[in-house]
């Protein structure tokens, strides 16, 4: 069974840092591109930032600079550390697994950023 578990979400005041996790088991991890996506509540969800298998990132330009995503691939987890986080930065943030037509999801954390 393929399980994607977040965790590293709560409340933090503008200005501050958080690092999510993801620890994924199922599925050859080391293989897998692993994004993060954030979703507001009647919104669509967006990619926040991805790495390849590779290790090639990309990032959404309103987090560049800010985000950085990193992957451990022994300890089958992906990371996005935050900083200097804006009150637009709070959403649940989801964690997902790619490989081809194959991909997965955890069901979130969220962050919440507020004074």
């Known amino acids: 069974q393929v399980q994607l578990v977040e965790s590293g979400g709560g409340l933090v005041q503008p200005g501050g840092s958080l690092r999510l996790s993801c620890v994924v088991s199922?599925?050859?991890?080391?293989?897998?591109?692993m994004g993060w996506y954030r979703q507001a509540p009647g919104k669509q969800r967006e990619l926040v930032a991805v790495i390849t298998s590779g290790g090639s990132t990309n990032y959404v330009d309103s987090v560049k600079g800010r985000f950085t995503i990193s992957r451990d691939n022994d300890k089958n987890t992906v990371y996005l550390h935050m900083n200097s986080l804006k009150p637009e930065d709070t959403d649940v943030y989801f964690c997902?697994?790619?490989?081809?037509?194959?991909?997965?999801w955890g069901k979130g954390t969220l962050v919440t950023v507020s004074s």
């Open positions: 997902n697994a790619g490989l081809g037509i194959k991909y997965y």
């Open positions: 199922g599925i050859s991890f080391r293989l897998y591109a």
